[in-house]
């Protein structure tokens, strides 16, 4: 019982390490976080729906949006408070990620 006890803390602990907006080594992982973007971006960056796809956009595009979503210049629905939880080192890595970089 003890052992499964500390097995569940360590679960929740090793996925909170992951989430964005946390101070962690575990959450420059670029896959970790680029990972996020694929539940609206759809999982190979071509989007399902009326959210803008991912695929084939450059890095500095990416980045672009996100520095401008997370400054408030430009307006969206939810990526402007996800963008605030990124560092601009997440957002480049992440970037880089979608681009295939």
């Not at 569940?8 to 973007?37: F, I, K």
């Not at 408030?72 to 990620?97: C, F, P, Y």
């Amino acid at each position: 019982m003890r052992q499964t006890f500390w097995t569940a803390v360590s679960v929740v602990v090793l996925g909170v390490l992951c989430l964005p907006g946390s101070s962690t080594a575990g959450e420059m992982n670029p896959a970790v976080l680029a990972d996020h973007c694929a539940a609206c971006h759809g999982t190979d960056g071509k989007s399902p729906g009326v959210i803008p796809s991912l695929r084939g956009k450059s890095s500095s595009y990416i980045v672009q949006y996100m520095k401008e979503f997370k400054t408030d210049e430009r307006k969206g629905t939810v990526m402007n408070r996800l963008a605030k939880g990124l560092s601009d080192e997440q957002i480049l890595a992440v970037a880089k990620r979608l681009a295939g970089e």
